[in-house]
Nanobody, 120 residues
Framework: QVQLVESGGGLVQPGGSLRLSCAASGIIFSIYAMGWYRQAPGKQRELVATITSGDSTNYADSVKGRFTISRDNAKNTVYLQMNSLKPEDTAVYYC??????????????WGQGTQVTVSS
């Protein structure tokens, strides 16, 4: 049984930072691509960042230079470091796992989501 468990969300002021974590089980983590998506109220879910099994990364234009995705295969965990947060980053953030993740193709496995709220 595949499980993805996110943590690290919360309330932060504009300009602040948060680090999200997603711990995976039930998959051979090292061969999977991992992604972070987010969904704001009334909006479609959007891809934020991806990291391949070979550590290649890709980011949405809206987060380039502010967010960093990384992975620790020894801990079966993927991270999303979010700096210089803006109110428009407010959303539920979801972890996704698949052999391939692109803007056109989501992985089959999802976490439950973690809320990030950026507000003063």
């Amino acid at each position: 049984q595949v499980q993805l468990v996110e943590s690290g969300g919360g309330l932060v002021q504009p300009g602040g930072s948060l680090r999200l974590s997603c711990a995976a089980s039930g998959i051979i983590f090292s061969i999977y691509a991992m992604g972070w998506y987010r969904q704001a109220p009334g909006k479609q879910r959007e891809l934020v960042a991806t990291i391949t099994s070979g550590d290649s990364t890709n980011y949405a234009d809206s987060v380039k230079g502010r967010f960093t995705i990384s992975r620790d295969n020894a801990k079966n965990t993927v991270y999303l470091q979010m700096n210089s947060l803006k109110p428009e980053d407010t959303a539920v953030y979801y972890c996704n796992a698949g052999r391939i993740i692109t803007t056109m193709r989501q992985g089959p496995y999802w976490g439950q989501g973690t809320q990030v709220t950026v507000s003063s």
